[in-house]
């Protein structure tokens, strides 16, 4: 008798074998000339080599299924045994504006007209500037592109930074180590991945590096390659920052640069790293610029009121 073992490494064996092993069960009913066997990481199966075969094909196309969508159930385990080949089980046509598939398959799609231009810039360019006020989802939209590239290995991992400028508050009194202290700064970088990767692979991706997540003082020195980076908050760099994070790209790095230059938290008389850049490289070819307004807001319908009303305060000065 013939033995097949399939390891599971990219996903959680529980959520693979489904609740009370229902998805295995479901297996064994689609293959009952096989002896199938869940335990640990591991599938085993033993029988013919032929309908080995089959079930390892099988199994590999669930595999890339969950990659893919974060989503597993009886009615795509039906889906993907039943059909010919991996087109007859996608999704259907329509689904073109989704971006990636978050927890429970959750489709991320780019909401706005601009968010739209954004998605398309980055596929163009290998470095694009996202500028607009807060809710817009420049950043959101900027971790779901990178968690793509990183899906489809266009990038081995994803480099996610943020200077430490402190909105009004005193970083040094926050209590605990460093990384305790910065933290909190990116949160929001955290939130995001949170939504388009599960648990226990974003927790294994954050240990090996694959993704890291640091302050702009900690890029110094090093070369950015076979990456999606992401500079989030770049209206609180200086001059220097800024040129030293721009000069940080390797070869095959995607660079996406967001931030909302109504917010600046820079002491007064220091330039803003991002708006100087805005025009230092408007004319550079492969640099793509995005500019999203209050249209593009999908917070609550007050984030769209709060900013006009400060908009129109600063026409006023």
Do not use: C, W
Request: proline share 4%; aromatic share 6%.
């Amino acid at each position: 008798m013939n033995e097949l073992i399939i390891e599971l490494t990219e996903i959680s064996p529980r959520d693979f074998f489904g609740l009370e092993n229902a998805n295995i069960d479901l297996l064994k009913k689609y293959f009952p000339k096989l002896k199938i066997v869940a335990r640990g990481n591991k599938i085993k199966a033993y029988g013919d080599e032929d309908v080995l075969e089959e079930f390892d094909r099988r199994i590999t196309m669930l595999l890339e299924h969950v990659a893919k969508y974060n989503k597993l159930d009886e009615n795509v385990i039906e889906r993907v045994l039943l059909s010919r080949n991996k087109e007859e089980y996608e999704s259907p046509a329509g689904s073109g504006e989704v971006i990636v598939h978050g927890l429970s398959g959750k489709p991320i799609k780019a909401q706005t007209a601009n968010q739209r231009k954004l998605v398309a810039l980055m596929s163009k360019n290998d470095m694009v500037f996202a500028v607009g006020p807060a809710g817009t989802g420049k950043t959101y939209t900027g971790v779901a592109l990178a968690v793509k590239a990183l899906k489809d290995k266009e990038v081995k991992r994803i480099i996610l930074t943020r200077p430490a400028v402190e909105a009004g508050e005193n970083l040094g009194f926050l209590p605990g180590d460093l990384k305790e202290k910065l933290d909190p700064y990116m949160q929001p970088l955290y939130d995001a991945l949170r939504d388009m990767i599960p648990a226990e692979k974003l927790a294994s991706h954050i240990e090996t590096g694959v993704i890291q997540i640091a302050p702009l003082a900690f890029m110094r020195g090093r070369t950015l390659d076979n990456a999606f980076v992401i500079l989030d908050e770049a209206q609180n760099t200086t001059h220097a920052q800024m040129k030293m994070f721009l000069t940080r790209m390797g070869k095959n790095a995607k660079f996406m640069i967001t931030g909302d230059p109504g917010q600046i938290d820079l002491p007064r008389r220091v330039i803003s790293g991002l708006k100087e850049a805005l025009l230092v490289l408007k004319d550079v070819k492969g640099v793509g610029m995005i500019y999203l307004d209050d249209k593009d807001v999908i917070r609550h319908r007050l984030v769209k009121e709060v900013i006009a009303a400060y908009k129109n305060i600063e026409n006023v000065d």
